[in-house]
């Protein structure tokens, strides 16, 4: 079994800063990429932020200079920090990981966190 677990979510005054972290559990061979994504009320999921095993970053164009990812890969965590924060970044912020589980034979697969809540007031 694999399990991704968020927090840090949580209600922030619009130009403050809040801090995600996701820590993937299990029998984990090797993790490929760990990143987040996020759903607004009515949107699509959309991509926040991926973090490759090799080092390269991806952020969604709204969040470019002002979230960061990063990544302990001995504690297979990634944390998001996010500054600057403005109204619409408000909606559900989930991990998710490309990861090879035991007994998958290094054939890998996508799981997703719950998701936790980030509130943006203005």
């Known amino acids: 079994q694999v399990q991704l677990v968020e927090s840090g979510g949580g209600l922030v005054q619009a130009g403050g800063s809040l801090t995600l972290s996701c820590v993937a559990s299990?029998?984990?061979?090797?993790?490929?990429?760990m990143g987040w994504y996020r759903q607004a009320p009515g949107k699509q999921r959309e991509l926040v932020a991926v973090?490759?095993?090799?080092?390269?970053?991806t952020y969604g164009d709204s969040v470019k200079g002002r979230f960061t990812i990063s990544r302990d890969n001995a504690k297979n965590r990634v944390n998001l920090q996010m500054n600057s924060l403005k109204p619409e970044d408000t909606g559900v912020y989930y991990c998710?990981?490309?990861?090879?589980?035991?007994?998958?034979?290094?054939?890998?697969?996508?799981?997703w966190g719950q998701g936790t809540q980030v509130t943006v007031s203005s």
């Open positions: 299990g029998r984990i061979v090797s993790i490929n990429a």
């Open positions: 973090l490759a095993s090799g080092g390269s970053t």
């Open positions: 998710n990981a490309d990861l090879v589980r035991v007994g998958a034979y290094l054939q890998s697969s996508n799981y």
